[in-house]
């Protein structure tokens, strides 16, 4: 396949069947598909009424308009009604009108950044990269490169803050070490930047030795907050964050240490074992028994290719367990939990309407302050193409009249993609603000912008053979 025919291929607006690793790829349905089509048309013609090239109409602003305003009349069109991409039709071929709606007006924190790439496709990422055997990690990372990373990351987007993570592994044998991720932030500082690039300690309290390795990456590595797995296990079997023997004890020894910030993967659920360790039934007891720490819920409590609705109290997973949990534990408002998008916002994008009901219950029973943006990239690739259609996102008034929801206002909107992070992690916004507008990617980034060149690739698996390919990783990992 030709560069220029592989080009025609893609859009500024990734919709498609990728996963973070952590799921089976979930079928495009029919109205996404043929909203990709027409998009494909529109970009062409508006890139001929321009008299512009497909390439160079791609990486505007307007690309990306027109992409999303494509994607509101098939979803309209489609029967969604509740929730749609507010984007006029000049914003589709009208750079200035673009920028008015989804262009640079936030401070971007996104709370959840991987590194991490299938071993599968390091030599269609760098052809000339070799590797023996997908155990042999910290060689397909090199590979790939911590430069592609801050390109998809500080470069091809908006971000301005990042929390870099983890995936579920045996200490020794994990596919991104902690000294990587560190190496990673160092590069960042390095370029004369401010804390753009923050890093979790991954912690496994039912595994041993894992507590004890705490102090380790609170004094050596200096980490911002824990990353844990609740249905992970050693042996297959998960925990709760209220076991006397694991949850409790770790949650101790953050507040010991003075990380009191806990992400927790909850929902994206790894198999029918142990899956009740994947909902959210323990956290509203365990943030209601340690109100002084946060407690991060990752995804929310999503579960990939089961429809979110009005709230369901009887509901025993999903958002709507975490919402329960909550509120059965007299936390409500602006309590010390909070909802994180990672991969749950990138599936919402496919349907509008089944994102007014999540984004709009999260925030209707949580609060404004309460619902944290994260992309879950590099596994999506760059995240501009989130952050874009976040921005022009909104609930429709039918749903806000009849279910209570917010209106996704400007301010509720830099709220979630940046100012409850900040205050979440204690960022100084102004001297972030002041640093990171004078820093070596601030003058990067506005030089790359007068010749932007994003690829619009996503790195996970899009099948469920590459899916089985990264449990495969994984289970060599668990041995």
């Known amino acids: 396949m030709s560069d220029d025919h592989a080009d025609d291929m893609q859009l500024p607006i990734k919709i498609d069947t990728t996963s973070n690793g952590e799921f089976v790829p979930l079928a495009l349905p029919s109205v996404n598909r043929r909203a990709k089509v027409l998009a494909q048309e529109r970009i062409r013609d508006n890139a001929r009424r321009l008299g512009l090239s497909r390439r160079s109409f791609v990486c505007s602003v307007a690309a990306a308009a027109s992409t999303l305003y494509t994607f509101n009349q098939s979803n309209a069109e489609a029967g969604r009604k509740g929730g749609g991409f507010d984007v006029p039709l000049e914003a589709s071929f009208e750079e200035a009108a673009a920028l008015e709606v989804i262009g640079d007006a936030e401070f971007v924190f996104d709370v959840q950044g991987h590194y991490v790439v299938p071993g599968s496709l390091v030599r269609t990422l760098k052809p000339r990269c070799q590797t023996e055997h997908p155990r ?17 990351v500080f470069l091809d987007s908006d971000t301005d803050m990042m929390v870099l993570s ?21 590069i960042v500082e390095r370029m004369e930047g401010t804390r753009r690039l923050l890093i979790h300690g991954r912690v496994n309290p039912n595994q041993d030795g894992d507590l004890a390795g705490m102090d380790e990456l609170a004094e050596r590595w200096g980490v911002s907050a824990w990353k844990c797995y609740t249905q992970w296990g050693p042996e297959g079997k998960g925990f709760f964050m209220t076991d006397s023997d694991t949850g409790v004890p770790f949650v101790e020894k953050a507040r010991q240490l003075g990380v009191k910030n806990i992400c927790i993967h909850k929902g994206i659920p790894f198999g029918r074992r142990s899956y009740m360790h994947s909902t959210c039934v323990d956290i509203g007891m365990i943030a209601k028994q340690y109100p002084d720490v946060n407690f991060l819920v990752y995804h929310a409590g999503y ?36 909802a994180e998008l990672g991969t749950t916002w990138r599936l919402l ?24 943006y994260g992309s879950d990239s590099v596994w999506y690739g760059s995240p501009q193409d989130q952050i874009q259609a976040f921005r022009a996102f909104q609930i429709s008034t039918e749903f806000q009249e009849r279910f209570g929801y917010s209106e996704m206002t400007p301010k509720l909107r ?38 932007p060149n994003p690829h619009f690739l996503t790195y996970g698996p899009k099948t469920r053979r590459e899916f089985m390919e990264i449990l495969r990783m994984k289970s060599l990992s668990h041995t």
């Open 349 to 372: 994008m496919r349907d509008p309407e089944e994102a007014a009901h999540c984004i709009g219950k999260l925030v209707k029973y949580l609060g404004q302050d309460n619902v944290l």
């Open 166 to 186: 983890f995936i579920p592994s045996r200490r020794d044998a994990e596919p991104l070490t902690i000294a990587e991720a560190s190496a990673t932030r160092d």
């Open 136 to 152: 042999l990690n910290r060689e397909y990372m090199s590979c790939i490169g911590a430069d592609n990373f801050i390109k998809d």
């Open 303 to 338: 579960v990939p290719g089961s429809k979110e609705g009005p709230y369901d109290p009887t509901r025993i997973d999903g958002v709507d367990a975490l919402i329960r949990s909550v509120l059965e534990n007299g936390l409500g408002y602006d309590s010390n939990v909070y």
């Open 414 to 451: 830099a709220k979630i993609l940046g100012l409850n992070s900040a205050r979440v992690y204690g960022i100084d916004l102004e001297e972030v603000k002041f640093h990171a507008s004078r820093d070596q990617i601030a003058n990067i980034r506005e030089e790359y912008r007068n010749s």
